[in-house]
């Protein structure tokens, strides 16, 4: 007995030496509130100091937060220090530095209204330097540091109806009508929007005084980014004068900092100009934008012209066939440091301002969205420093600098939190589209403990935009979803951005189109491998990719085990004259208006197949979405009962199309879960 004891007591130990010290756990749903991300860098004026936000996911209120962080760097680019600048109880958000980098201005919250803040970074105590219902954003210095420039909206008295009586004190009275005339009356995630027009003021830091720089009932600037001559005096900004019929139509004006004098206008040519940027010299103005186009993309690239009225544009770097999505002078005015997407990520180079020339700088930046893994980071230069939102497959964006020659500092929130969780392992695969063999980037996430030898459920799931796209990047939705034990497949059919200019144009007038086929293409191809049941394949996406989503159960009934469709647009009648954007989606993906073109927006409506849906379905929408309004969804619902398909509605409350707070982040990626698994061939 004692000799049986003891070889069982050895056995024990032996195998307890080849346990891990703690064994990793799966992701599960109550993780997102123990994580947070880098986003919005920024480089002090001396490039030796960088701004940034740390959001994070409050459990108790139920809600994403901020908080305004500083880290100080070495003369190699190093971390030395870091610190929390202004917590999240106040909601810091558009950090910048002054000319001289001593102190900083912000939004933040004063007895609940966003007002701007400056804080002296030797003092480390924000003090408010506007008050009222301004709504500031778009904060920017001017060169002697005198003033900020901002861009407000001042609201105007609603309109009311006539000869109504006047309610008695006290009264438990009827809310007012309301009465509409803008066809811009309510935008996603900020609700129905109240009479009034954006305007650019300018605070005068040293008595407080606000100056409002633009004059009319309409709206005079765009929140687009703005930019200041070097002479303290001028701001430029971008203005869509028609946004009816000209929804991409917005040029370069020049404002007159004391309000004296009328905006001068600077660009006319057919197209977009925006996120302006004046060379510290003087001489250039350098901007974001796309000229006019028939497509149903118009990419945007890097333009350059002098800072007066109707003068020359030139693209520079005309070659890099990719969007730009953010550029900033270098300080001798001879370069651009530039982000721009490419095949699923963002990457940063700098341009020669005079040859177009190109010099990589940062080859991968990560993106900040979280909740999918879509590209779409921030970044930020001077002085040879770069920040920038770094990229992991296990864990959310942290904070990267360099020096131009690889990473040389870093904060990781999330590392410590990530060596103890198994994470899904993601793998690139390219497949030829069976509509005419182009190539199609996509990638696989595989479940944690995945084994060679076990066959696991697949879920397809499309991103949305249509222009945008999915990368490399962890999230908490494909996590969620590999944890549950699914292979995860998503992709980037034609229409996505980041593989030129003709790849995202591939939908005009196709939309939806041969993305399907792309997207059918990459689930063959994944469902051949031997670690894939093929009996349980599901289907599922978001915006664009609920479209899609139901567009794949419509042509092909009997592919997918179920479907889970989020905030999709069904009908494109519907969608634009509902919708937040409705002349942008009428003339730039529809070509026409529904009542000249009917059959055009019924062939291109999943509604329309909605006779051949066969698949069990859920759709998801939050009750204040206004870029596809619940009214797409609860007609996809309606069409599919009367069928006797067998359908669930979701209904988010308060939420946006967004998806809302973090706890109905949570429900739409657990939902999906319990919805496949209940279809799932045993």
């Given amino acids: 007995m004692k000799t049986t004891l003891s070889f069982a007591l050895v056995a024990t130990l032996a195998s307890a030496c080849l346990v891990p010290a703690f064994a990793k756990e799966p992701i599960k749903a109550e993780d997102l509130y123990a994580l947070s991300m880098v986003t919005n860098p920024v480089v002090a004026p001396d490039g030796k100091r960088v701004l940034f936000t740390r959001a994070a996911f409050d ?17 190699q680019g190093a971390i030395v220090d870091q610190r929390l600048l202004v917590a ?79 309610k008695p004190k006290g009264a438990e009275a009827a809310a007012d009508a309301k009465i509409v005339t803008d066809l811009f009356w309510r935008f ?16 005068e830091l040293g008595t407080a005084a606000v100056t409002r720089m633009t004059s009319g009932d309409t709206n005079q600037i765009d929140r687009t980014g703005i930019a200041w001559m070097p002479d303290s005096r001028h701001v430029i900004g971008s203005h869509t004068v028609d946004p009816i019929n000209g929804p991409l139509e917005s040029d370069l004006y020049l404002y007159d900092v004391a309000g004296k004098a009328p905006k001068k206008r600077l660009t006319s040519r057919a197209g977009s100009e925006y996120a302006p940027e004046v060379s510290p010299d003087g001489r250039r103005l350098a901007f974001v934008g796309s000229e006019a186009s028939a497509e149903f993309y118009d990419m945007p690239r890097l333009w350059t012209t002098t800072p007066s009225p109707d003068a020359r544009i030139d693209a520079l770097a005309a070659d890099l066939d990719r969007p730009v999505a953010g550029i900033v002078w270098r300080e001798d005015s001879a370069a651009l440091h530039t982000l721009y997407y490419d095949q699923g990520v963002q990457r940063i180079v700098t341009i020669d301002a005079a040859s177009g020339a190109r010099a990589p700088v940062v080859d991968l930046v990560g993106g900040t969205r979280l909740y999918l893994p879509s590209s779409g980071g921030q970044f930020s230069a001077a002085q040879g420093t770069f920040a920038y939102t770094t990229s992991f497959t296990d864990r959310p964006a942290g904070l990267g600098v360099s020096r131009g020659h690889g990473e040389t500092g870093a904060i990781d929130f999330n590392r410590a939190w990530a060596e103890g969780k198994s994470s899904a392992r993601i793998e690139e695969v390219t497949v030829a589209s069976r509509a005419d063999g182009l190539p199609v980037q996509g990638w696989v996430a595989f479940p944690p403990g995945f084994q060679a030898g076990k066959r696991y459920p697949l879920i397809l799931d499309i991103h949305g935009g249509p222009n945008t796209d999915y990368g490399p990047f962890f ?30 144009n591939a939908i005009t007038n196709a939309y939806p189109g041969q993305d399907h086929d792309d997207l059918m293409s990459i689930v063959d191809e994944v469902a051949k491998r031997p670690y894939v049941d093929r009996r349980n394949l599901f289907i599922g996406g978001g915006s664009g990719g609920g479209v899609l989503t139901l567009w794949g159960i419509g042509k092909e009934p009997d592919k997918f085990r179920a479907a889970v469709a989020l905030r999709p647009v069904v009908d494109w009648t519907d969608q634009v004259t509902t919708a937040d954007l409705p002349s942008f989606f009428m003339k730039h993906w529809m070509g026409a208006a529904p009542w000249d073109k009917p059959e055009l927006y019924f062939a291109r409506s999943p509604y329309s197949l909605a006779g051949q849906m066969k698949t069990p379905t859920m759709l998801i929408t939050g009750e204040q979405d206004f870029r596809t309004p619940m009214s797409q969804t609860e007609q996809m619902f309606g069409a599919l009962k009367l069928r006797g398909v067998e359908v669930e509605m979701v209904r988010l409350p308060g939420a946006g199309h967004g998806m809302g707070r973090p706890s109905q982040w949570l429900q739409s990626v657990l939902a999906p879960i319990d919805f496949f698994n209940r279809y799932k061939a045993k």
Avoid: C
């Fill in 59 to 75: 459990r108790a209120q139920d809600r994403r937060t901020g908080e305004l962080w500083l880290a100080h760097l070495d003369d």
């Fill in 88 to 166: 999240r109880d106040v909601g810091p958000r558009e950090a910048v530095f002054s000319p001289d980098g001593r102190r900083i201005a912000y939004v933040a919250t004063s007895i609940d209204k966003p007002q701007i803040f400056v804080m002296t970074l030797a003092e480390g105590v924000g003090q408010p330097v506007t008050t009222g219902e301004l709504a500031p954003g778009s904060l920017r210095w001017s060169p002697d540091g005198s003033r900020i420039a901002f861009i407000g909206r001042e609201e105007a008295k609603p309109a009311t109806i006539p000869g109504m009586p006047e």
């Fill in 188 to 203: 996603d995630g900020a609700g129905e929007s109240k009479p009034g027009a954006n305007h650019l003021y300018g605070v």
């Fill in 475 to 504: 999230s908490i939705t494909h996590s969620l979803y590999a944890a549950a034990g699914y292979i995860v497949v998503f992709a980037n059919p034609r229409g996505s951005i980041g593989y030129g200019e003709r790849f995202a």
